[in-house]
T-cell receptor, first 112, second 112 residues
């Protein structure tokens, strides 16, 4: 089971681009990388999932280098409403790993 | 499209009482999960199910039981509640084809 390491917290200002990096040195060949966002008193919400290179959707981009031992979630032009906890998970595409450990995630604070 | 629905949203139990939390999903997902989240911490997997009629233990299964008699429902039971089980409980589901987890809005349980 691939373990992930993320920064505990990050600060940013409105309008800036935020990059959150996750390390997963033991990622397996079949593992995907998935990021979630969680607001207080809500369940985590799926943001983006990728296997290699770059994936982009309407809310974020995910950059994965060739060795796949890390990944970077990029949030363009953040707003106050992006203040949340962000989790990086590595595992099977459908499950994220049946014993996925979410960890403490990265607490992003966006300031005005 | 409701996604994942959890009932109840809030509950207060006395030590030793029992209760069942209900999770229902309408996305025809194969996999379902129960997590607990304590203040300031990530999510910990209690039990999970890979299909109707199957269940398995996660990271913190003690004191809980589960059942999945129908594909769309996943029940979490507390036979004899303890104060240590005070937490927010999240149910999630996912598809074998990917797309990550879809979470419910959570059940806030207090055991006094």
């Amino acid at each position: 089971l691939a373990k992930t390491t993320q920064p505990i917290s990050m600060d940013s200002y409105e309008g800036q681009e935020v990059n959150i990096t996750c390390s997963h040195n033991n990622i397996a060949t079949n593992d995907y990388i998935t990021w979630y966002q969680q607001f207080p008193s809500q369940g985590p919400r799926f943001i983006i999932q990728g296997y290699k290179t770059k994936v982009t959707n309407e809310v974020a981009s995910l950059f994965i280098p060739a060795d796949r031992k890390s990944s970077t979630l990029s949030l363009p032009r953040v707003s106050l409403s992006d203040t949340a906890v962000y989790y990086c998970l590595v595992g099977d595409r459908g499950t994220g790993g049946f014993k996925t450990i979410f960890g403490a995630g990265t607490r992003l604070f966006v300031k005005a | 499209n409701a996604g994942v629905t959890q009932t109840p949203k809030f509950r207060v139990l006395k030590t030793g009482q029992s209760m069942t939390l209900l999770c229902a999903q309408d996305m025809n997902h194969e996999y379902m999960y129960w997590y607990r989240q304590d203040p300031g911490m990530g999510l910990r997997l209690i039990h999970y199910s890979v299909g109707e009629g199957t269940t398995a233990k996660g990271e913190v299964p003690d004191g809980y039981n589960v059942s999945r008699l129908k594909k769309q429902n996943f029940l979490l039971g507390l036979e004899s509640a303890a104060p240590s089980q005070t937490s927010v409980y999240f149910c999630a589901s996912s598809s074998r084809q990917g797309g990550g987890y879809t979470f419910g809005s959570g059940t806030r349980l207090t055991v006094v």
